[in-house]
C-alpha cells in the first residue's frame, strides 16, 4: 500500500505563496498518477492539479488555480509539490494529496478514482 503524508501548509497573507509537499512511501512502484484536493468546511473535496508519473509527466489544474499554482514530483524522492503562489482568500482550505493507479486524464479530477490519501494540510490566505 502507497501512505502519503503531505506538509508545508500554513497562514500567509493574500498575495503571497506556500509550497506543499507530499511524500509516498510503501508500494509506490504502483502509483501512476498523483494529485491535489481541497476542502472548504462544509463541502466537499475538489479538485486543484494532478500529475502522472512518468517518464514525461502530464500535468491539468483546476481553472481557478490555473497560471497560479504549479505541480511536479521528484521521482527519486516519491515526493509531489504544488506551488502556490498569488495567493488568494478563497484558496483557503484543507489541501489533500492523493494517489492512484493508472487513471486517463479525462478522469483526474474525480475523487472517486483515488484509492489513497493523506491527512490534509490546512492552508490560509489572510487579507
Known amino acids: 500500500q502507497v501512505q502519503l503524508v503531505e506538509s508545508g501548509g500554513g497562514l500567509v497573507q493574500a498575495g503571497g505563496s506556500l509550497k506543499l509537499s507530499c511524500v509516498a512511501s510503501?508500494?509506490?512502484?504502483?502509483?501512476?498518477?498523483m494529485a491535489w484536493f481541497r476542502q472548504y468546511a462544509g463541502k466537499e473535496r475538489d479538485f486543484v492539479a494532478a500529475i502522472s508519473w512518468t517518464t514525461s509527466p502530464d500535468t491539468s489544474y483546476a481553472n481557478s488555480v490555473k497560471g497560479r499554482f504549479t505541480i511536479s514530483r521528484d521521482s527519486a524522492r516519491n515526493t509531489v509539490y504544488l506551488q502556490m503562489n498569488s495567493l488568494k482568500i478563497e484558496d483557503t482550505a484543507v489541501y489533500y494529496c492523493?494517489?492512484?493507479?493508472?487513471?486517463?486524464?479525462?478522469?483526474?479530477?474525480?475523487?472517486?478514482?483515488?484509492?489513497?490519501w493523506g491527512q490534509g494540510t490546512q492552508v490560509t490566505v489572510s487579507s
Open positions: 510503501g508500494r509506490t512502484f504502483s502509483t501512476s498518477t
Open positions: 492523493a494517489a492512484s493507479r493508472f487513471l486517463p486524464s479525462t478522469r483526474w479530477a474525480q475523487t472517486a478514482e483515488y484509492n489513497r
